[in-house]
């Protein structure tokens, strides 16, 4: 991975400042950083708020069909026919290290933790806090949607 800054130098009658742009070569491609994006958004649109207002910690029993033994072979599992937490989750598992670290640094760029220009550190700093599962970090960002994207754009991918 390397990032290069380059100055276009403009005639100075047109601009005092010269223009900088930022050359990032990224494992990952922006591409794929855009897919993980596009995947958050499904999934953080399809959980549903189930609660009516009011009644979060209201249970109710139908006392007809209650028996006194229990007929399930161990604890029962939520369904979920939407697929996509998986997918996404499963897609981020399968990253190597450096693609890994790369994800969460542009995910911090994008909340506002580094600066586009601080590519390289954030990525260096992701490497070093990595211990655990990063599809469990990453998926536990509200808006991890908003935040890939939002990197992206700081970083000019």
Do not use: C
């Not at 999934?43 to 209201?58: I, L, N, P, Y």
């Amino acid at each position: 991975m390397t990032i290069a800054m380059s100055e276009k130098s403009a005639n100075s009658e047109q601009s005092a400042f010269p223009e900088a742009t930022m050359d990032i070569d990224l494992s990952l491609s922006a591409d794929t950083v855009r897919l993980f994006a596009q995947k958050a958004r499904a999934v953080a649109t399809s959980m549903q708020d189930t609660f009516e207002d009011g009644h979060e910690g209201d249970v109710e029993f139908d006392e007809d069909t209650l028996s006194e033994s229990h007929h399930h072979d161990g604890l029962a599992e939520e369904e979920n026919d939407d697929l996509s937490d998986e997918e996404l989750r499963e897609l981020i598992e399968d990253l190597n290290v450096d693609e890994a670290a790369e994800l969460v640094a542009i995910t911090w760029i994008g909340r506002g933790d580094f600066d586009g220009e601080d590519f390289v550190q954030a990525v260096e700093e992701a490497r070093g806090r990595a211990v655990g599962s990063t599809a469990k970090y990453l998926l536990g960002m509200p808006m991890l949607a908003d935040h890939l994207e939002a990197g992206l754009d700081a970083l000019e991918l």
